[in-house]
């Protein structure tokens, strides 16, 4: 059965830690090699590590220690951080969802921003966010999550190993200009740095599969499917929707023995309890955001069989539906 949960969840399935290992005595021409190619295929000249935590978002801002304004639309360990970092006594600008899901970009106007913390797509939604537009309102440095989706206007980048690679390791920051501080090599994650590389060069969404699931999806559901976003303003290759009467970790949970995977948001992607944190942004409250799921389709050899994934999808929900009935 086919994998449809890549932008959340991409499961590492081979290693190489032997050549990772980094010698004071030797060389390290594999790291240098990795170096190069960073910057061949980002055009940025400087990478570092950090921790994709609040901690390790805090961190940057306070290596920034500058007017920061942070979209609500970023992932929980940006937005925890931020929080951090206004306990401290500086000052975050936030930028608020709209109830169809997009940044609200009027947040920007007039407000004096060094750094603006803000990705060409919403998490757990994906949808799109014009970096375009954002540049003819703000002169702040945009510094963006580029795991699902890599903007060139982006002035920073980073990315998220565990939605990349199913590893919770240290994210890879790229920048140009001297905002962060370079590491030495001793204090680069290599891990990281090497499968971070790995997983973005081998990615290969599928771009075909959102149509002809969204028309299955909607014949076979009919009322009882509903759009917290509009389907054509999300990543190509992404999906999202709500299912009524269910909470979707009931539905992941199962859908999981027949090997076929999907996700409630961040983090969410092996059913877990907490519901989607940007639902709640939209406007939505708790018990509507558990009900929310995401599908991404990735490019593989095997074949995609819609109509009978999203058949197996409408029996097991009608099953837990009864059941919950009951």
Known sequence: MPKLNSLQYHKLEDSCLDVLSLDALTPNEFFDNLSKEYKDNFGFKKFKTFSFSKEGFLGLFLELSSNIAVSLGESK??????????????????????????VNLYDLENKNIDFLFLSSYVMDTFVKTSLKEVKTKTKAKIISNATAHKDTLSDVIYFDSYKLFGVCSASVLLFNEEEFEQLSIGQIDTFAVKYTLDAIKNQNFNHDLKQEFLDELIVLFKDDIYFFVEPSETLEYSLHFGLKGIKAR???????????????????????????????????????????????????????????IVKTIYLKYRQIKALNEE
């Open 250 to 308: 009931e539905l992941i949970r199962t859908l999981a023995l027949n090997k076929i995977f999907i996700s409630n948001g961040e983090g969410c992607s092996l059913g877990l309890s907490k519901p989607s944190q940007i639902i709640q942004q939209m406007g939505y409250d708790e018990l509507t955001s558990r009900n929310s799921i995401s599908l991404s389709f990735y490019k593989t050899d095997e074949e995609i069989d819609v109509k009978k």
């Open 77 to 102: 360990a940006v937005i925890d951080g931020a929080k951090l970092y206004e306990k401290l006594g500086f000052n975050v600008h936030w930028l608020s969802l709209n109830k169809d899901g997009k």
